[in-house]
Each structure stands twice: as C-alpha cells, then as structure tokens.
C-alpha cells in the first residue's frame, strides 16, 4: 500500500484483484481531478467495465452511460457514453503518458473529455499533448495489468468500488 500524502486527491479503485491506488494531479489538471472525485462520491463508477484494454497500450473505463450493464447489447456500447455532466475542456499539460499515468478519454474533439479515462500500461509518448493527464498510479500497476484484454473483453473486469481516499 502506498503512502497516500493528500487524501482528498487520492483515488481508490477496487479490482478483482486488489486495490489501486491513484494519486491525481489537481495542480496539473483541476477540472479532471474535480470530475473523477465527483463522479466517485456519486457512486457513477462503481461496477462500471474495462471496455477497451489493449495489450500493450492501456486499459479504458468509466463510461459511467453504460459500462455498468450486463447485457451485450449494453457491453458493446460501452465507450460510447459518459456522464450527465458537461464535457471538460482539455487540460493539456508537459506531463509525458508515461507507465501507469491516467488520461482522459475523449472524441475526436479535444474538449470532449466527460468521465471516461485509461491507464497506461506502457510509455506512450505518442499520446503526450493530445490527450490530459490529471493522475498517477502510486500502488496497485500490477493489478491494472492483470485486467482482461478485448475490445470489449468477452467477460469484462470491473471497477467494484471507486472512492476518494478521504471518505474511505
């Protein structure tokens, strides 16, 4: 277990697994920072799917419309939604997409960001200034890459609970 420094900016997401823990990154990206920590006190991210894991690139979830639905028809939907909330404007930053750094998802659109993201499995500096980074993995990566792989996996993992570190 890491040493979490600013509960308030620290987010817990139970795995099958185990714990991940993310420290996010207000000073870089506060509207991000502020969205994830809202949509976790609401509950909108618990038991929604890891629809999209690329083996070797990263694992996306938090469509919050949909990755909660059991059925296919929902499944392969999932991605395509976000949250009842406005979409954010981009936070782009100098921060690279390192190993085990989150970013937000988004369209085509750099201001389309709601409350999908992803966590690199890899470095992909590819990604670095087109896509926000607003947090960090600091315990758990080996959790976050044991999530099933698929677009969308056969049998998705979950994010069974997802809490600001402060309330839990």
Do not use: W
Not at 62 to 67: A, L, N
Not at 85 to 98: I, N, R, T, V, Y
């Amino acid at each position: 277990m890491a040493e979490i420094k600013d509960p308030e900016n620290t987010i817990l997401i139970e795995l099958k697994d185990g714990t991940v823990t993310i420290e996010l990154l207000p000073d870089v990206a506060p509207k991000h920072a502020e969205r994830m920590k809202e949509l976790a006190r609401s509950g909108q991210y618990d038991n929604v799917c890891f629809h999209r894991v690329i083996d070797g690139f990263m694992a996306q979830t938090g469509d919050v419309e949909h990755g909660d639905m059991e059925d296919d028809f929902n499944l392969r939907r999932a991605g395509t939604g976000g949250s009842d909330l406005p979409d954010l404007p981009a936070e782009f930053s100098k921060l690279p997409h390192d190993r085990g750094t989150l970013g937000a998802a988004r369209s085509q659109n750099p201001n389309s960001a709601n409350s999908q993201f992803f966590i690199n499995f890899k470095d992909n500096h590819f990604l670095n200034g087109q896509y926000t980074v607003y947090g960090r993995v600091i315990s758990g990566m080996e959790h976050v890459d044991a999530i099933t792989r698929g677009e969308p996996p056969a049998t998705p993992d979950r994010m069974i609970s997802v809490k600001v570190a402060a309330d839990a």
